[in-house]
């Protein structure tokens, strides 16, 4: 009876947790507080002025709020019934709070009747809701501080949000974490589901984290209430700013809640409703963190800012190196491309107002970078941005296509072995065209389950093909339900892997998916933005050339990406699975093609016989190899015909290919005396030598190389602490040197042992890094890590 009864208590406690867990999956219509201060006036608008309260409440008397609202800075909780508005602060002292929440579960024994009575209203009394209400698609929620100064991540449980005092329906949004870095079951899309959590990983390293929450259509909202998490309390925000925008563009100010009194410290706790509403007092200007990371759009932007490193930067009438330049743009200045033209493997950048194009490298020293994007605030007036934004000028001529055909040619690190995409995004006279309609392919692509080609239609995901490295490129085929018109085209980088993001990329254009014309072709090194989810500039599409056509594909390349489709469905053994089919018909297929270049052989000479009066050709008739011989791994050549004749006088349709196995010793036996015998193959050369360069010939070695480097050390930075890219909750040492060749410089950074190993010693020393591995940032190469470090006297090119 005991073990009953216990059965029952604990039967009754988990269905009274599953009830509570439900109750408590929607927010609450309004939040219990308390006055902790003396008599509080109750005001009929929220207004900081010397407004007379309209009544008092006593001190310790408990209250329903329906919202908060910001007004000029300060906070102000409306009551449940709509009667007025009770401010946070003391309207004498703002800096002494006067109200706190009031937990329901943790009342005290005399607060029963206040308890009871609270209740009682919210049954009683609707939810009372503005007569004006803010129309947004977009909202950018900023999270500046946890509740912990020392939490390296931040996490909200759920997000929710209300108009007309009834919950807006959330399906078919969309959520990001531009920068942001989540574990894989805890991404932004989880503030949409009833359990779960996000968890941005990165909030300590940028101080801040941002959620990009896009909605189908433009809707009406009034209030925005998030829910903590199910664990640690040090990472609840204490410190949102909420904005608004409907384009994605311009953004405003709807409210900001400073402090934990709003943030609940129990779990999987809902917040009080904060009202979306444009402050009046305040400007609706963003401050500079905030403008970078409005940088960071839904969609991409109608212009790209670009900054001249060089000197006197001319402006070109149009894109050519021959033409003399109109206009010239300061050293240090800061200008406005609408879109980036390529023209004979250079880069223009197209200014707004139809101003000109301004070339990305010197005319006179094309290897030398003179323009890179703008990095931190801008130092250009609100007014200058806005009317660059608009300033959206006509391409030279637009193109009407209905495939599109994209190929990725190279990623920023040659080390990996795929690439990835996020978004795509297409523009014809200013205006982005919906992808209703369109179909994506990726030919001879592999991609992971949920991370396909379908992916690059819609915001959210990104498309990842791990075949890159095997077919040397990947291929993206857009196809439109009938022929439009395009003038340019963009790409938005993934939220992870900064090495697999593409830098040199073709686009190709057809109207009947068989004659295809180049449009666009980046070249070597475009500067893709390094940000996680990050729009590239507008590049520009025009009718250039007839589009290059490569070799045709083997049928064992076909076969084996039919294997691949087939085996990514099995489960986690595709990779073994697909090296052990390449080593398994690295034979199959050149006995293959040996037999069909022998059967076309037969035929030739068969007819040439017939056609002419001399004698015919008489095969020769090896005999068999044993069994013994056919065995191993070249068992398969069985199968190959024993009558070869001689080879005939014109080349076979198909180039010959070495044999191997039974075939070669079939050959070597005298079988095949009449056939040449082929040719060794060339010896490679070995991959584990590196390089050694001088700096100023850094620019020969490969993004990801291992390369041996000599310079000499002109700066030594100092030991700091910085978060593992890895693992950034563990924080590593890191010195950064400065290397100098001539006119050539570039920075050499170490980690761990050592960055305290090297130091000062090296200062002014011509030294040889062994081992360093090459980055590109900011357009220009970089070094990271070595091997062993020499120092030298002179140097060994003296």
Wanted: glycine share 8%; proline share 7%.
């Amino acid at each position: 009876r005991a073990c009953r009864r216990r059965r029952r208590i604990c039967t009754g406690a988990r269905l009274g947790a599953r009830r509570a867990s439900a109750r408590m999956a929607q927010p609450v219509s309004f939040s219990a507080w308390r006055n902790v201060g003396r008599r509080l006036g109750i005001l009929q608008v929220p207004s900081a002025g010397d407004e007379e309260p309209l009544q008092h409440l006593e001190p310790g008397a408990v209250f329903l709020a329906a919202r908060v609202a910001v007004v000029a800075g300060r906070r102000y909780l409306q009551r449940a019934d709509g009667s007025g508005w009770i401010p946070e602060c003391s309207r004498k002292d703002a800096s002494r709070v006067v109200v706190e929440a009031v937990d329901s579960s943790a009342s005290a024994p005399g607060d029963s009747s206040a308890a009871n009575a609270t209740d009682d209203a919210v049954v009683a009394c609707p939810a009372p809701f503005p007569k004006t209400h803010v129309r947004v698609r977009f909202l950018r929620v900023f999270v500046r501080e946890t509740r912990s100064e020392t939490s390296p991540g931040v996490q909200i449980g759920q997000i929710s949000l209300r108009c007309r005092g009834r919950l807006l329906d959330m399906s078919g949004f969309l959520a990001e974490n531009p920068c942001g870095n989540s574990p894989k079951y805890e991404g932004p899309e989880k503030v949409f589901a009833p359990k779960g959590k996000w968890l941005d990983l990165c909030f300590r390293e940028h101080e801040q984290s941002v959620l990009l929450i896009t909605a189908p259509t433009e809707i009406e909202v009034d209030d925005f209430a998030f829910r903590t998490a199910s664990d640690a309390a040090h990472r609840d925000p204490v410190h949102l700013t909420i904005h608004g925008s409907l384009d994605g563009w311009e953004w405003i100010k709807l409210h900001e809640m400073a402090g934990d009194l709003y943030t609940p410290k129990a779990r999987l706790a809902w917040s009080p409703w904060l009202q979306l509403r444009p402050d009046p007092a305040e400007s609706c200007s963003l401050d500079a963190a905030e403008q970078v990371a409005c940088r960071l759009q839904a969609l991409p932007s109608e212009v790209s800012w670009w900054r001249n490193v060089g000197k006197r930067l001319g402006i070109l009438s149009r894109p050519c190196s021959g033409v003399e330049p109109s206009d010239h743009l300061q050293p240090n200045a800061c200008f406005a491309a609408l879109r980036v033209t390529s023209v004979d493997g250079l880069r223009y950048f197209q200014l707004a107002g139809g101003r000109g194009f301004v070339p990305e490298r010197s005319r006179k020293d094309t290897s030398r970078v003179v323009a890179v994007p703008a990095e931190g605030p801008l130092d250009v007036p609100a007014a200058a941005v806005a009317a660059a934004a608009a300033a959206v000028g006509a391409p030279t001529a637009l193109v009407r296509v209905q495939s599109l055909r994209l190929t990725v040619l190279a990623t920023r690190s040659s080390a990996v072995l795929c690439t990835q995409i996020s978004q795509l995004c297409l523009r014809c006279q200013g205006s982005v065209l919906s992808f209703d309609g369109f179909v994506a392919a990726n030919p001879l692509g592999q991609s992971p389950s949920g991370e396909g080609v379908e992916k690059l239609l819609v915001g959210g995901g990104k498309w990842l093909d791990i075949n890159f490295s095997t077919n040397q490129k990947s291929v993206i085929l857009l196809t439109a339900p009938h022929e439009v018109s395009v003038d340019d085209i963009a790409f938005c980088t993934a939220n992870d892997g900064a090495a697999r993001d593409p830098v040199s990329l073709r686009v190709e254009g057809s109207c009947d998916g068989k004659d295809w014309v180049l449009l666009h072709e980046t070249g070597e090194c475009f500067p893709t933005p390094l940000g996680r989810r990050c729009w590239s500039p507008w590049l520009s599409l025009c009718a250039q050339e007839r589009a290059p056509v490569g070799p045709p594909l083997p049928p064992s390349a076909v076969a084996s990406a039919e294997f691949l489709k087939m085996d990514a469905r099995r489960g986690r053994h595709a990779f073994a699975r697909r090296s052990f089919l390449k080593r398994k018909r690295s034979f199959s297929d050149k006995a293959r093609y040996s037999e069909d270049d022998r059967k076309a052989a037969t035929a030739s000479a068969a007819a040439a016989a017939s056609d002419s009066a001399a004698a015919p050709v008489t095969p020769v008739t090896p005999k068999r190899p044993s069994r013994r011989q056919c065995s191993g791994a070249g068992s398969r050549c069985s199968a190959l015909p024993l009558s070869m004749p001689s080879p005939p006088l014109s080349t076979p349709s198909r180039p010959e290919l070495p044999v191997h196995g039974a075939a070669a010793r079939l050959e070597a036996e005298g079988g095949g005396g009449s056939k040449p015998r082929p040719a060794k193959r060339k010896r490679r050369e070995p991959t584990g030598k590196r390089k050694h360069f001088r700096l100023a010939a850094l620019s020969n070695a490969l993004v990801g190389q291992a390369v041996d480097v000599e310079a000499v050390v002109t700066r030594v930075g100092e030991v700091l602490r910085k978060p593992s890219m890895k693992n950034p909750q563990v924080l590593v040492n890191m010195r950064r040197f400065e290397m100098r060749d001539g006119d050539t410089s570039c920075f050499w950074v170490l980690l761990g042992r050592r960055a305290e190993r090297f130091g000062a010693q090296l200062l002014g020393r011509r030294v040889v890094a062994r081992g360093a591995t090459v980055h590109a940032f900011k357009s220009a190469l970089h070094l990271s890590g070595c091997v062993r470090v020499d120092v030298r006297a002179r140097a060994a090119y003296d």
